[in-house]
C-alpha cells in the first residue's frame, strides 16, 4: 500500500472576500456552517492519507486553536514555519515529509474530486507529479494547457494569442491543445520534488515550480476528470458555493445534520414550528430558532444558535452562527457573519454582507450590494 502525507496550505489572506475574512483567516470561514479546511481535512482522510501537515501563515493562530479541540482520527501537524508562496511552504516542512508521495492541497477550496482515484492514476503514471485538472464553461480568461496522448503535459500558454495557438499546434502531432482546462490546486508528488525545492529559490508552483520541470525535461501529468471544484473567492461565488452544496452538486459533500425531507437539513436542538414553511434547498444549524409565521425560503443556510423571530423570510441567504434577526425582517440574498444583532422590521436587499459582530438598528432598510465590516452600528 503506498502511502502519503497531505499538506493543506492554509495561509491565505482572502482580500477578495472582504468583509467576510477581514477578523477571520479564510480556511475558517464556514460554508453550510462548517469551515472550508474541515473540508480539506475529510478530502484527505477520507482518502487514507493519515499523515496531514498544515501549512498556516495569516492569522494562523486562529487555525491552530480552531484544529486543537478538534479529533479527524488522523495525524495533524501544524509547523512553526514563515512560509512565503506555495512552493516556499512545502520546502519549509520537508524535513517532516517521510513518506514517497505527498499530496499538496489548499484550505481554502470546496471540491468533491475522487482523490483516492487521483492518488492511484499518480502512482500508475509514475513522473515527478500530477495536476488537478478540470473543464470550464469559460475559458477566455484562463490559458492552454498542451498534453500529449499520454495525458503528459508539453506545454502552458497563458492567455493565448491566435498566433500563439497556431504555432502551439504545431509542437507535435501527438499533442493537444486544451482550452478550457483549468488547474485546481491539488498536485501530487513524488518525494524526488523535495530535493528540486531544497536545492532552488522556487516560489509558487503555478508560476515556477511547473514551468522549471517542464524545461529540465521531468514528467508531469495531468489529471482530467469531472468533479465539482469551487474556490468561493469573492463574496458572491462564496454565496453561490453555499447554494451548490444545498443543491448537492457536490455530493456526497452535503450539509450536516439530519436530511428532513429532500433537501432539507436541520440539526439537533431546533425549534421550527412548522416544518411547511422550511422551502427546499436549506439547512439548518443546531440549537436555531424559528419564529411563527417566519418562512426560510430556498437556498439558505442558517448556522448555529440562530434566532428568527416571528412574521420574517430569509431568501438566498447566509447566516452564520449566533446571529438574532427580529420580528418583521426581510434578509434577501445576502451574507450575515456571526454575532449579528438585527432589529425588528429591517429590510436587507439583495448582494448585503455585514461582518460580524455588527447591529442593525430597527427600522433599518439597507439597499442591494451594501458590505460592511465586523463591529458596524448600522442605521439608515
Known amino acids: 500500500m503506498v502511502e502519503w502525507t497531505g499538506i493543506i496550505l492554509a495561509g491565505g489572506i482572502g482580500s477578495r472576500l472582504r468583509p467576510i475574512t477581514a477578523d477571520r483567516p479564510k480556511p475558517l470561514v464556514p460554508v453550510v456552517g462548517k469551515p472550508m479546511i474541515v473540508y480539506a481535512i475529510d478530502l484527505l482522510r477520507y482518502a487514507g492519507v493519515n499523515e496531514i501537515i498544515v501549512v498556516v ?41 517521510k513518506t514517497d508521495h505527498l ?34 464553461d469559460n ?29 502551439s499546434s504545431l509542437i507535435s502531432q501527438h499533442a493537444y491543445l486544451h482550452t478550457n482546462l483549468i488547474n485546481t490546486g491539488i498536485y501530487l508528488f513524488h518525494r524526488k520534488i523535495l530535493d528540486i525545492l531544497n536545492g532552488t529559490s522556487l516560489m509558487d508552483f503555478g508560476k515556477d515550480v511547473f514551468p522549471y520541470l517542464l524545461e ?21 461565488w462564496y454565496k453561490y458555493t453555499n447554494w451548490d452544496l444545498l443543491r448537492k452538486w457536490a455530493w456526497p459533500i452535503v450539509p450536516p445534520g439530519n436530511e428532513v425531507r429532500e433537501y432539507v437539513w436541520v440539526g439537533e436542538n431546533c425549534v421550527i414550528p412548522d416544518l411547511r414553511n422550511i422551502h427546499q434547498y436549506v439547512a439548518i444549524g443546531n440549537g436555531t430558532r424559528v419564529g411563527n409565521n417566519t418562512r426560510i425560503e430556498t437556498l439558505s443556510s442558517l448556522g448555529k444558535n440562530v434566532e428568527v423571530a416571528n412574521d420574517s423570510v430569509i431568501k438566498e441567504s447566509v447566516i452564520w452562527d449566533n446571529v438574532h434577526i427580529g420580528h418583521n425582517c426581510q434578509i434577501i440574498s445576502s451574507i450575515i457573519c456571526e454575532n449579528v444583532e438585527i432589529g425588528d422590521n429591517v429590510v436587507i436587499e439583495p448582494n448585503v454582507v455585514i461582518g460580524s459582530n455588527s447591529k442593525v438598528n430597527a427600522g433599518t432598510k439597507i439597499l442591494a450590494e451594501k458590505q460592511f465590516e465586523p463591529n458596524s452600528e448600522i442605521r439608515f
Not at 483516492?116 to 478540470?134: A, D, H, N, P, R
Not at 496522448?149 to 495557438?165: C, H, Q, R, T, Y
Open 57 to 97: 501563515r495569516h492569522m494562523g493562530d486562529q487555525i491552530r486553536k480552531f484544529l486543537a479541540d478538534k479529533d479527524f482520527k488522523v495525524h495533524i501537524t501544524i509547523p512553526e514555519v514563515d512560509s512565503l508562496d506555495t512552493a516556499d511552504a512545502v520546502r519549509k516542512v520537508s524535513n517532516l515529509i
Open 103 to 136: 499530496v499538496v492541497s489548499m484550505a481554502d477550496i470546496i471540491t468533491n474530486i475522487y482523490l483516492k482515484e487521483y492518488l492511484e492514476y499518480k502512482v500508475k503514471k509514475g513522473g515527478i507529479g500530477t495536476i488537478s485538472l478540470v473543464s470550464t
Open 139 to 167: 475559458p477566455s480568461q484562463f490559458g492552454v494547457i498542451v498534453l500529449d496522448e499520454n495525458n503528459k503535459i508539453v506545454s502552458f500558454i497563458e492567455k493565448p494569442a491566435s498566433i500563439e495557438l497556431y504555432l
Open 216 to 236: 529540465n525535461r521531468y514528467e508531469l501529468f495531468g489529471y482530467i476528470a469531472r468533479y465539482y471544484w469551487q474556490d468561493a473567492g469573492n463574496p458572491l
